[in-house]
């Protein structure tokens, strides 16, 4: 005897709006809106020196940006404000999202915290963070007796 695979909605396949409304669905779920905050991706990448913490802000403004060192914690805000004014035309589509965002880290001990740098370019922020003296790994040279 054969096994065959019960698909109880075949007959809904040929529906004309079944397509559309699938597609509606997917989108809905899959694609970002205006109703959804907007976080900047980052990478945080260590050096012997320092941490240094890269965001992608593009389209922010540097006066829209603002970074913060408080008890161990690093926190970046900003927003990226939508112009709905065109001079011709309209919009068919906006996947980009728009608005204020904030992404916070726990930062280790050893960040010296008087010399945190940041700079902001080409839609890029990088924040360089620098390692206390303390922390920075060194050499100490082992004498051997010879007893």
């Given at each position: 005897m054969a096994l065959i695979k019960y698909s109880p909605f075949t007959d809904f396949e040929t529906f004309p709006g079944l397509k559309a409304f699938e597609d509606t669905m997917s989108r809905l779920f899959t694609e970002p809106t205006n109703g959804r905050p907007w976080v900047p991706?980052?990478?945080?990448m260590e050096t012997e020196n320092e941490l240094v913490v890269k965001a992608d802000v593009p389209d922010v403004k540097f006066e829209d940006i603002d970074v913060r060192m408080e008890n161990g914690t690093l926190t970046v805000r900003g927003e990226r404000k939508f112009q709905s004014k065109t001079e011709k035309g309209g919009y068919h589509r906006?996947?980009?999202?728009?608005?204020s965002f904030e992404r916070s880290f726990t930062l280790p001990d050893t960040v010296d915290a008087e010399h945190v740098k940041a700079d902001y370019k080409n839609g890029t922020l990088t924040i360089t963070l620098p390692k206390k003296e303390v922390a920075k790994p060194r050499q100490i040279k082992v004498e051997v007796s010879q007893n």
């Amino acid at each position: 005897m054969a096994l065959i695979k019960y698909s109880p909605f075949t007959d809904f396949e040929t529906f004309p709006g079944l397509k559309a409304f699938e597609d509606t669905m997917s989108r809905l779920f899959t694609e970002p809106t205006n109703g959804r905050p907007w976080v900047p991706p980052v990478d945080i990448m260590e050096t012997e020196n320092e941490l240094v913490v890269k965001a992608d802000v593009p389209d922010v403004k540097f006066e829209d940006i603002d970074v913060r060192m408080e008890n161990g914690t690093l926190t970046v805000r900003g927003e990226r404000k939508f112009q709905s004014k065109t001079e011709k035309g309209g919009y068919h589509r906006i996947e980009r999202a728009y608005g204020s965002f904030e992404r916070s880290f726990t930062l280790p001990d050893t960040v010296d915290a008087e010399h945190v740098k940041a700079d902001y370019k080409n839609g890029t922020l990088t924040i360089t963070l620098p390692k206390k003296e303390v922390a920075k790994p060194r050499q100490i040279k082992v004498e051997v007796s010879q007893n």
